[in-house]
């Protein structure tokens, strides 16, 4: 299907929010004058009308559209390597589009069900399978297996793939772990606690004078289930047992923080940006948050104290798997757009652009504690990237996602006890496991 890309629609549909943005498939307006015209008005029309749909910049390459989602500082390096690649790629351009977060599931949604679709996007690791699922992606694995650079982590590649098939091609990756201000502990006379027992003694030891022990992200999306899955995992807790004695245990000791007061009420409404503000402002000692904020503290908060470490244990270490995927949708020419995946997810130009971006390379060729190995924040990250899973991979994540926040919500507003908000999320998964059946 021939796409181009129509900037003043784009425009007016991103106001109005109530159409899809994108590129539509393209038309052939002069069929009917062709009949009663001859044969070189006709190819004249017709090339003209190639030109406009293209667009000048194009010339003879395969034009593919690209939507993203990201935001400074992550997007300036990445519209480099677009630029790059652009300069360099014989047959194929990228044009890309930027479509908010939160406004993209809705996009994909409508563009599925109309046939109005990028050739690419960019998705959040645990929605690779629902969409492909959905049959908005392709199955790309063929042309990943005949890839000669396609050495990944396997645990970072299996967020992408479902039943044999394989959905996108993980560019980016990161997780979470554990900061905390150095002159704040050491005045309570604590260490950085590696296990929970530790932990709950720092946050109880750190909690005065306005200041909590601990803060993380609880808000009613993503972010939550994002930071909730490292005490799960760490208590051997998982989504498909959420009512066993060990999902339960984590949700106790997760809850127990605002309960106890080491941990402001107000992580229901922080988002993981609020949170790093929060750190950085000195009302929390402590924070669980991702590798992206290193970057972000050394700006804004130049003159703290501060380090971190791996997220503190219970049963096993455990981090969450963050980042995106490169996936090609279903109409889209699927080898000019891996001509890009190639280029961007390839060893030359992986590295440094995640260390550009405080994330990590997901390929297995790429030695993260190396690329690190300057800088002992992100290193502590780089280091935690074996102990690191992802959420799912499964058709229906979102409607998992949903069950798990409304549990944490529950849990920690004291409308349900642990056990009883894990019991019903279970039931919930359950019935949303059974629907697949």
């Known amino acids: ?10 425009t007016a549909v991103m106001v109005m929010g109530t159409m899809l943005t994108g590129c539509g498939s393209s038309s ?42 990201m935001v400074s500082p992550e997007v300036e390096p990445f519209q480099e390597m677009v630029d790059n690649f652009n300069a360099n790629s014989q047959r194929v351009e990228v ?18 069900m109309a046939g109005e679709l990028p050739d690419m996007v960019f998705v959040d690791n645990p929605e690779v399978i629902n969409y492909g699922e959905m049959g908005v992606f392709q199955d790309i694995k063929a042309l990943f297996d005949g890839w000669e650079e396609n050495q990944f982590l396997e645990s970072i590649t299996n967020s992408c793939v479902y039943g044999g098939k394989m959905y996108g091609v993980p560019y980016i990756g990161c997780n979470l772990a554990l900061f905390y201000d150095k002159d704040v502990l050491e005045a309570a006379g604590v260490e950085a606690p590696t296990t929970w027992d530790e932990l709950t003694k720092a946050a109880e030891a750190t909690t005065k004078d306005g200041v909590y022990g601990l803060a993380f992200s ?80 050394r700006n804004d908060a130049p003159d703290k104290n501060w380090g971190v470490v791996p997220i503190p244990v219970d049963k096993v270490p455990a981090s969450c798997l963050g980042g995106e995927a490169l996936c090609i949708t279903k109409s889209a020419d699927a080898e000019a757009s891996f001509e890009f995946i190639e280029y961007l997810c390839g060893k030359e130009i992986s590295a440094p652009y995640a260390k550009s971006t405080a994330k990590f390379s997901p390929r297995s060729d790429v030695d993260n504690e190396v690329e690190f190995a300057d800088d002992p924040e992100m290193k ?15 058709p229906k994540w979102t409607e998992i996602d949903n069950a798990i926040i409304e549990a944490c919500q529950s849990a920690l507003t004291d409308a349900k006890t642990p056990e009883q908000a894990c019991k019903d999320a279970a039931a919930k998964i359950a019935d949303i496991q059974a629907s697949l059946e």
């Open 218 to 297: 609880a808000i009613k999306n993503a972010e939550c289930t994002y930071q909730f899955m490292p005490f799960l995992w760490s208590a051997e807790g998982d989504w498909t047992e959420m009512d066993s004695a060990n999902s339960i245990e984590a949700m106790t000791y997760y809850s127990d923080f605002v309960k106890n007061g080491l941990a402001n009420k107000e992580v229901l409404n922080w988002s993981q940006a609020d949170v790093c503000k929060q750190f950085a402002s000195g009302n929390s000692a402590m924070m669980i948050n991702g590798s992206w904020n290193v970057g972000t503290l």
């Open 380 to 394: 502590v990250f780089a280091d935690e990237m074996k102990n690191t899973k992802p959420r799912g991979p499964y």
């Open 95 to 112: 044009v890309t589009e930027w479509v908010a977060r939160d406004e993209q599931t809705k996009q994909l949604t409508i563009g599925n």
């Open 28 to 69: 052939n307006e002069n069929a009917s004058a062709s009949e009663t015209t001859d044969t070189a008005e006709a190819e004249n029309n017709e090339t003209a009308d190639k030109e406009t749909e293209t667009e000048s910049i194009s010339g003879q390459k395969k034009q593919v559209v690209l939507w993203h989602s």
């Open 1 to 10: 299907m021939k796409k181009r890309c129509i900037a003043a629609v784009l």
